[in-house]
């Protein structure tokens, strides 16, 4: 038989759950701590520590809220830790700050920072409507400090870049292995399609040569 404990809408079961609490006008069940140390909102069968439940359509699941005056010094942590053989380190760190508080021209920043080497080290920040990768200050819609690797897994993924007025400014076709320049199909490895300029060079640099012979090639002797 169950041992039950009811209270002001707090019922205890010590043979199944230390603790869950009910609506006392409707009878559902709001919360419960389940003996394997989870808990769960709106769920009587939590499957993490924390599980949240809901089945609202936009629905807030969960609000971190600091209430001190404005300053950038304002700051929300998400921080997930492991024992290490020396001490107890950050692997992942999400902070939510303002990079600028002025109402006019309020600016928002998230931080997400991972274990590098043993120290933190940011990895993605939304600063605005920025977004930098290994740093928190980016300069442009997209700012990549550090190498940048495309299609490492060899399928037939394209890149392109557009220009003001030349929608195929730069174009990679991965499915040819060929760049085109002003095209989006390069017939060789190298298509540009335009005018291509040069320094005019010399009989001892020519401006254009041959990779095994860069004395070998075409220059202007009227330079």
Do not use: W
């Not at 209270?7 to 759950?17: E, I, Q, S, W």
């Not at 740093?135 to 220009?163: H, M, Q, Y």
């Not at 060929?178 to 060079?201: C, E, F, K």
């Amino acid at each position: 038989m169950s041992s039950l404990i009811k209270y002001n809408g707090l019922t205890t079961d010590a043979n199944t759950d230390p603790l869950a609490i009910f609506n006392d006008s409707s009878g559902s069940e709001k919360l419960r701590i389940i003996n394997a140390g989870y808990l769960g909102i709106n769920t009587s069968s939590p499957a993490l520590r924390l599980h949240i439940a809901d089945s609202t359509a936009d629905f807030e699941a969960m609000r971190l809220e600091n209430t001190r005056a404005y300053s950038t010094a304002n700051k929300i942590y998400l921080e997930y830790t492991l024992n290490t053989d020396s001490a107890v380190r950050d692997a992942v760190y999400l902070r939510g700050s303002f990079s600028n508080i002025t109402d006019a021209s309020r600016v928002g920043l998230l931080e997400i920072q991972t274990c590098n080497s043993g120290s933190p080290a940011t990895v993605l920040a939304v600063n605005g409507n920025k977004v930098g990768i290994n740093t928190i200050t980016p300069g442009a819609s997209l700012d990549v400090r550090g190498d940048a690797i495309f299609n490492e897994d060899g399928g037939d993924k394209d890149f392109r870049i557009e220009g003001d007025t030349e929608v195929n400014l730069l174009c990679i076709d991965a499915s040819t292995d060929r760049i085109g320049i002003a095209t989006n199909a390069p017939a060789s490895l190298l298509d540009v399609r335009g005018q291509v300029s040069a320094n005019v060079g010399s009989a001892s640099s020519p401006a254009y040569s041959f990779v095994s012979d860069l004395n070998t090639g075409m220059y202007s002797p009227s330079a």
